[in-house]
């Protein structure tokens, strides 16, 4: 019997995986299912429970937390709860690069793209919600 509140929904989908702290740690991996809360991962390295995660799905970028993580045939098996997501990267990207660019020139360079990247990011992120069906 099922006891997840989400249902989840099966993929086999190509990720970049990145575990965050002092030192990042870069992986491949894939989305084996999904729901409107979380992720299943099929992972090369382990994650420790508890690690703040990022995960790069086509132009989504995913922020969560490692729920499980345990070996799964020569890999590991990861459970990511989702709290943030960034939907049309690609897109945000081209549209902080306008920001920018139409910017009067400034001394600080530096804080005219930090402040764009925070106009961007607010704009754009909500809370992760699972696509309606499995991405092609």
Known sequence: MELRAQPRLETNEPVQVTVLGESET???GRIINYS???LGL???QPAPQGAAVK???GDTLLLGEV???YP???GFAIGLDVEHALYHTEELARLAKRILDEAEPQKDR???TKSACLLVWAAKTEPFRAPSSPRR
């Open 26 to 28: 870069k992986f491949l």
């Open 36 to 38: 409107s809360r979380g």
């Open 42 to 44: 099929l992972v090369d």
């Open 55 to 57: 995960v790069e799905w």
């Open 67 to 69: 729920c499980y993580c």
């Open 72 to 74: 799964e045939g020569e």
């Open 110 to 112: 530096q804080e005219t």
